[in-house]
């Protein structure tokens, strides 16, 4: 019997030293065991990832990320950032809207330096100025029609021949834009003849329409317009002064 006891206590003693064995084995990060219940290795896609374009510093002052080379916020309005300021405060100014009725302001006639030789009005330059605060743009040609009785409602359009080219004309506020109308010239003395055989006509003033602002009543600066066979010669509205 005390040889079972023994025997007994002796197993018990050998199966808790095994359970401790076993149970210290399990904690220990080595072997199959311990390498599958130990922490895992950092994932080979978890080191420093590469920077993107939104998390790329923009340096002191920038106000806002950078787009293609262009900044923006503080430092595109130029409020507030100590960065170099977008370039477009400064270029001139492009895709003007048309100019409209109200934006302008057509001057008297003037008689041309070069005109046909006669003793009529020849031909006169005319300027349209942008009186806004805003630029516009100004491309055509003008229509032309003479006041009846000073009249611009009782006009007599005139038959208009077309020279040059059409080409936009932005006007910046207070420039000016160009044109030239060369009549049939009035010959002779006194009331003056028509080579035509037509009789000469006389306007104390002209109705001139700009393209898209509208229709303008103009006298000459010095006389009127006199012209034969109710036809005119008109240029594209030019930012050059035509002689």
Not at 3 to 18: D, E, M, P, Q
Not at 70 to 81: D, V, Y
Not at 142 to 156: C, E, I, L, Q
Request: hydrophobic residues 35%; aromatic residues 4%; proline residues 10%.
């Amino acid at each position: 019997m005390r040889y079972t006891a023994t025997v007994r206590r002796g197993t018990v003693v050998l199966v808790a030293a095994a359970a401790a064995t076993a149970l210290v084995t399990g904690c220990t990060p080595t072997g199959e065991d311990g390498a599958a219940t130990g922490p895992s290795a950092p994932p080979a896609a978890s080191g420093p990832a590469k920077p993107t374009a939104s998390a790329t510093p923009t340096g002191p002052g920038s106000g806002g990320a950078t787009s293609g080379g262009a900044t923006s916020g503080g430092t595109a309005s130029g409020g507030g950032g100590k960065g170099t300021p977008s370039p477009s405060g400064s270029a001139p100014a492009t895709g003007a809207k048309p100019c409209a009725s109200g934006a302008v302001k057509v001057s008297e006639g003037h008689q041309a330096d070069v005109r046909p030789p006669g003793t009529g009005t020849g031909a006169a330059v005319v300027s349209v100025t942008n009186t806004s605060s805003q630029p516009c743009a100004l491309t055509g040609f003008p229509t032309v029609a003479g006041a009846g009785n000073g009249s611009p409602d009782k006009n007599r359009p005139l038959t208009v021949t077309r020279g040059g080219t059409a080409v936009p004309v932005t006007l910046a506020p207070g420039a000016r834009a160009w044109t030239k109308l060369t009549f049939v010239q009035v010959q002779g003395e006194a009331d003056g003849y028509c080579v035509s055989g037509a009789t000469p006509s006389s306007f104390p003033t002209l109705v001139l329409g700009v393209p898209g602002a509208g229709a303008h009543q103009i006298a000459m600066d010095d006389g009127v317009f006199a012209e034969c066979d109710d036809k005119v010669t008109v240029t594209a509205f030019s930012a050059t002064k035509p002689s």
